[in-house]
């Protein structure tokens, strides 16, 4: 049964079943598009027509697909994450490749800065690489301590979270490479997802404890821990004005939290599989969520 706050489906099951689960989307800058990763595709779809604008074939290797994608600032490129050992930057507009990177591992998690000048990767051989988004010059690199498929960029660039199956999450200084600080506590569990809040006072994890917990960036303190989902938290997003968490889980559905008093102020219905991402919307009208169940689900957030 759908929410009643379901708003249209972008991707339909029967349309593209071929296409696989999707993996990972984002907003356009401008909200008006939705890029999406599933199996070895990048699709863009446009969010008023809910028609598909473009697909371009990130990866043609077999037994390789795209791991996540992200979109710079300024809405000109695609960036992908792809499991053999590749970063890919394309044109927005075109489709067409800009760069290419090879890794030492994996790309699993990408991300790109506020200013629009670097990418961050990270791979499966316990690295992060950082790239510069117009050149593809490879500008810094650093082991960690384990192996990770999420991260979080501070929104000033400057720090980096990075979980580890060691069940600890770390933050990083890029500019040092330094592990500053440690944020652990008992049962922690699996981290399947971060987020750093705008101002930067919290870090927020999903765990597969099905658990997400509230931490302070700057002490490392654990500060709430918000129960509620039934199955793992695969994927977390939190609204510009960092008011409101948005989660989606194993258990299918979206929910979205009041960050300051922890309390669950909705949950979503309707996908008919694990939810595996969640984004919102720059104007914060809307969240948009991707299933395993091969769809992608726009809901009303205002």
């Not at 079943?17 to 070895?40: E, H, M, N, R, T």
């Not at 117009?134 to 400057?158: H, V």
């Amino acid at each position: 049964m759908e929410s009643s706050y379901y708003h249209k489906t972008l991707r339909k099951r029967e349309d593209v079943g071929k296409q696989g689960p999707v993996i990972a989307l984002k907003f356009s800058p401008d909200g008006k598009y939705i890029v999406c990763a599933s199996k070895k595709f990048v699709e863009i779809w446009d969010i008023e027509s809910g028609n598909q604008i473009k697909t371009i074939k990130a990866t043609k290797v077999p037994l390789s697909w795209v791991n996540d994608v992200a979109v710079s600032p300024d809405g000109q490129y695609i960036i992908t994450g792809i499991q053999y050992y590749r970063i890919r930057v394309w044109e927005f507009s075109s489709g067409n490749l800009v760069w290419e990177k090879k890794a030492r591992g994996a790309v699993l998690k990408v991300d790109v800065s506020v200013d629009g000048k670097y990418v961050v990767g990270v791979t499966s051989r316990y690295r992060i690489r950082i790239w510069d988004l117009l050149t593809g010059e490879l500008i810094d690199k650093f082991k960690t301590r384990g192996y990770s498929d999420t991260m979080a960029l501070s929104p000033d660039n400057n720090y980096i979270a990075y979980s580890s199956r060691k069940n600890a999450i770390y933050i990083w200084d890029v500019s040092s490479r330094i592990n500053i600080r440690e944020l652990k506590t008992k049962k922690m569990g699996l981290i399947w997802s971060l987020i750093i809040t705008p101002d930067m006072k919290y870090v927020i994890s999903g765990s597969g404890n099905k658990l997400i917990r509230i931490w302070d960036f700057s002490t490392g303190d654990l500060i709430n821990t918000l129960e509620g989902h039934r199955d793992r938290v695969r994927s977390l997003a939190i609204t510009l004005d960092g008011k409101y968490i948005v989660s989606g889980s194993g258990d299918k559905t979206i929910k979205i939290w009041d960050l300051s008093s922890g309390q669950l102020t909705r949950s979503l219905t309707g996908h008919e599989n694990t939810v595996l991402t969640v984004a919102v919307s720059p104007d914060g009208e809307y969240i948009a969520s991707g299933s395993f169940d091969q769809t992608i689900k726009i809901w009303d957030l205002t």
